[in-house]
């Protein structure tokens, strides 16, 4: 294991380079630093250079090749210019202006690992870059130099965990969520000491016997039953909680063999982040059989409800519903279905839980359920713009046969995704991307992602009135926010499944977004001044 440095570039670039608690209470600005812009995770960024009336001058600046199978789903974070990606075990420091290589670090793998991917970013704290590896480790490196300054081992054993999500800090505390519980592992979330690796406690969503909501669960069925943490979730400095979303239970696709709600899977938890203790939760999919994971983005925002400032929290689910919660307490406030296609409730209860409908759960020869087990929406990164009051996001509209898992666990766990569904692309098949009113998750508008039956990357707003989004195809895109009309557009050529983000170096501002294999920095178009 080894960094290469150029040390030119170092030390134009991250000199005095320290990351503060202040910082990350920020929004994005002229830096990026979190996978998810800031702690409410509303990727809105402040920068204001590119607009809609200039937008049309956008280009290509610069593209970084990152060496192997490519599939990037990571989200760069930038530090005073310098740009830090992540691949499955590895990280490159990149000059956020050119493009050029500063450093790199790949981790050697002590045993190759069957299921490697995807991987979706690093944090940064003071003068250090986190990230983690296909074999469960956290690694803390020196920022300037990509030097080891210490690793974790975040899982005791090696039954086949992984750690895809970006780490979130705060407070001095790294904390790491893990995969995959489809197989039939037990997820947990883990918080880290910043400065020493240390961890400092652990998040276990499946109760154990005589603990609350083990009685959510038929016999010994806790003992395999899921529960990844494998997105980022959102922060609130002033609660000092954390929010995190919950994955599904395991098996997929059989709820014959775990009876009951299954907590606190397809769960919103809210954490308090000096102890890890759970203060509230709220599951939007009991017993879930479809594999709809609940790890959707919660988006954190402070506006009137019903006459009365609140503090919410909302999330479009997976399982083709958006909400609006109170954050504070966890209170169900609104619900709102937004796949049409919907066919497996008869809408929400007072309490926002669903009214399931009958024969709406896989068997042996196969049942039509919308939305398919990929979700109404997914991984992709919603948005939230406070100029419109409008959450953006990702939805698809699908249907697939679902059959049921038959499977019984041996070591090593449930083979994956046995049992499934066939996804149904027919004409009926759409990705899009959605704008909703805030808080009645009223649809103000829909913009199809053409030639797309994938759902492709997710989304970032900005205070120059665009949003931009990665379309699968490879087109990235430029919306305006009030409309949803194209703006502009480029062809990578290459598929797309990451999320787009901004940041500005010596007064430029640049957007950039991951295509397979490659970084694509953009900027406006600039001429030069003869002889120069």
């Not at 490519?70 to 493009?99: C, H, R």
């Not at 190759?112 to 970013?121: F, I, L, S």
Request: hydrophobic share 35%.
């Amino acid at each position: 294991m080894r960094a290469l440095v150029l040390a030119t570039l170092i030390t134009s670039l991250t000199a005095g380079a320290q990351v503060t608690d202040t910082q990350l209470e920020q929004p994005p600005g002229q830096d990026w630093l979190h996978y998810n812009g800031d702690y409410e995770s509303t990727r809105f960024s402040t920068l204001d250079q590119i607009t809609r009336g200039n937008i049309g001058s956008l280009v290509n600046k610069w593209t970084f090749h990152v060496p192997g199978p490519g599939g990037l789903e990571s989200v760069p974070v930038v530090v005073g210019g310098v740009m830090y990606v992540t691949q499955p075990n590895a990280i490159y420091a990149i000059d956020g202006k050119s493009g050029r290589l500063i450093w790199t670090y790949h981790h050697l793998l002590v045993k190759v690992k069957d299921r490697e991917g995807p991987h979706r970013g690093a944090a940064v704290f003071k003068d250090r870059v986190y990230f983690t590896t296909t074999d469960d480790y956290l690694f803390a490196l020196d920022a300037a130099s990509g030097n080891v300054l210490w690793q974790a081992k975040i899982a005791e054993t090696d039954d086949g965990y992984s750690s895809p999500a970006a780490p979130l800090i705060a407070k001095g505390k790294v904390i790491v969520g893990i995969s995959p519980g489809d197989r039939g592992l037990n997820g947990f979330l883990d918080a880290y000491d910043a400065e020493t690796g240390k961890r400092v406690w652990r998040y276990e969503p499946i109760p154990h016997p005589g603990q609350p909501g083990s009685e959510s669960w038929a016999g010994d069925s806790w003992e395999h039953a899921g529960g990844d943490t494998w997105l980022t979730g959102s922060y609130d400095p002033e609660l000092n909680l954390l929010f995190w979303g919950i994955g599904n239970p395991s098996p997929d696709f059989n709820g014959d063999v775990r009876a009951g709600d299954n907590l606190y899977t397809e769960c919103i938890v809210a954490l308090d982040l000096e102890t890890g203790k759970m203060k509230w939760y709220f599951q939007f999919t009991p017993h879930d059989t479809m594999d709809w994971d609940a790890v959707e983005i919660p988006i954190l925002v402070d506006a009137p409800f019903n006459g009365k400032t609140r503090k919410l929290l909302v999330q479009a689910d997976r399982n083709g519903f958006y909400y609006v919660l109170d954050r504070v307490t966890g209170e169900f406030l609104h619900g709102r279905q937004f796949e049409r296609s919907q066919n497996w409730t008869s809408g929400l209860d007072a309490k926002g839980r669903p009214q399931r409908l009958p024969g709406k759960d896989p068997t042996l020869t196969g049942v039509k359920i919308c939305p398919s087990s990929i979700g109404a929406t997914n991984w992709m990164s919603p948005t939230y713009d406070p100029d419109t009051h409008w959450f953006y996001f990702v939805a698809l509209e699908g249907c697939g046969i679902a059959t049921m898992n038959t499977e019984k666990f041996r070591p090593g766990g449930y083979q994956y995704r046995a049992g499934g569904d066939v996804l149904l692309k027919d004409d009926t098949w759409k990705v899009s991307v959605r704008a909703l009113e805030l808080t009645s998750g009223r649809q103000m508008w829909e913009t199809p992602r053409v030639g797309s039956t994938n759902l492709g990357g997710g989304l970032v707003s900005t205070k120059g009135g665009i949003i931009f989004s990665g379309e699968s195809p490879g087109e990235f895109v430029a919306l305006d926010p009030k409309s949803g009309q194209v703006l502009w557009h480029y062809n990578t050529g290459q598929e797309i499944n990451a999320q787009p983000m901004t940041y500005m170096v010596d007064g430029k501002q640049y957007v950039a977004i991951e295509a397979n294999s490659d970084v694509f920095g953009f900027a406006l178009f600039e001429t030069q001044k003869p002889g120069k």
